[in-house]
């Protein structure tokens, strides 16, 4: 599995973005995914991951009613909304596909890593 991220840039403040992360080799459609971010100076956080099947879904606290993570399995695509933008969001955005069928929050349950997407919100 070789994940890929993409749609991230630079947004002000207030503002929406779409993030996809896909795998154009293999399927993850039986993997639960996940997405983390690593803002510049700090460790890499959880965001919100989803499971196989689309359902549950998990986020943490600083992004839940902000943030909606989906997933499209026919089109072996997970997507993350980002709404209500604030610069606390500017970030590395990574996609991880887990070892399980589950969503977690667990980052050493996340086998498979795709490179990053930047996310830069103004002010």
């Known amino acids: 599995v070789q994940l890929q991220a993409s749609g991230g840039g630079l947004v002000q403040a207030g503002g929406s973005l779409r993030l996809s992360c896909t795998d154009s080799?293999?399927?993850?459609?039986?993997?639960?995914v996940g997405w983390f971010r690593q803002a510049p100076g700090k460790e890499r956080e959880f965001v919100a991951a989803?499971?196989?099947?689309?359902?549950?879904?998990i986020y943490d606290d600083s992004v839940k009613g902000r943030f909606t993570i989906s997933r499209d399995n026919a089109k072996n695509t997970v997507y993350l909304q980002l709404n209500s933008l604030e610069p606390e969001d500017t970030a590395v955005y990574y996609c991880a596909a887990a070892r399980t069928a589950i969503a977690t929050r667990d980052v050493s349950t996340y086998r498979y890593w795709g490179q990053g997407t930047q996310v830069t919100v103004s002010s």
């Open positions: 080799r293999r399927t993850f459609s039986n993997n639960g």
């Open positions: 989803i499971s196989w099947r689309g359902g549950p879904t």
